[in-house]
């Protein structure tokens, strides 16, 4: 490779790594885990939210091969909407021993319904559902969770602030949500969250909250 064909390659690369880095300061990330299944050039390959924001993905897959620049449609399992179409395209690849991980940069408002992968599971795979016996055993008194488990739940939070972002819905997230922040919040040891006006600014407290997380969990 010739010297100008270097110089261009890497201004190529800095050029979407300074692409990137603006976009994390634009659109805070959250841990999330959402099934995808992410489709390109006729290839259709399954995996996971690792992290999410307004304006992309990072995408756990089970299989490698799809390229930087690459244009793709990820089909997202949004937690209460169902399945939606979300376009974009591949800035960053890494192969993985189990497949590969995605950084994918997402075209706003590309977010449509669309019809899941295949059909859901509603039974125990017998026809029939599950009968629920209902408990005769004691209530008992909260104990506190391992931390494991609470940082779970704030994952599994975070997919419905995402949901609602993504969406585009507009006004005050409900009183209810502030609350399972708040309670997880204090759980983790972490201060009480100030209300907010809206999930954008929601992403930006659930983002926070994970990174002190992670650097009291360093720590200890």
């Known amino acids: 490779m010739g010297r100008n064909a270097q110089s261009a390659s890497t201004a190529g690369r800095d050029a979407r790594g300074q692409a990137v880095a603006e976009e994390r300061r634009s659109w805070p990330r959250i841990p999330t885990d ?30 490698a091969g799809l390229e930087v620049d690459a244009a793709v449609s990820v089909r997202m399992k949004l937690p209460d909407a169902g399945w939606y179409t979300l376009r974009g395209q591949v800035v960053r690849s890494e192969e993985a021993d189990a497949g590969a991980t995605l950084g994918i940069r997402l075209e706003p408002g590309s977010a449509d319904p669309t019809e899941p992968p295949g059909p859901p599971t509603t039974s125990d795979g017998r026809g029939r559902r599950r009968r ?18 609470v940082l779970a739940e704030l ?8 949901e609602q972002c ?15 922040v708040t309670r997880l ?6 201060p009480e969250p100030e209300p907010v006006e809206s999930f954008h600014e929601l992403m ?17």
Do not use: N
């Open 34 to 63: 959402l099934g995808v299944v992410v489709e390109a050039g006729g290839r259709r390959v399954m995996g996971v939210t690792v992290d999410a924001s307004e304006g992309g993905l990072r995408v756990a897959l089970r299989e």
């Open 166 to 180: 993504i969406l585009g819905e507009e006004g005050a997230p409900s009183e209810a949500t502030q609350s399972w």
């Open 155 to 162: 994952r599994a939070l975070g997919g419905h602030v995402y």
């Open 132 to 149: 629920v016996r209902k408990s005769r055993a004691k209530e008992r008194q909260p104990r506190p969770r391992e931390r494991h488990l």
């Open 185 to 190: 919040a204090w759980e983790l040891g972490e």
């Open 204 to 220: 930006h407290v659930l983002a926070d909250l994970h990174r002190r997380a992670a650097e009291a969990s360093a720590s200890a």
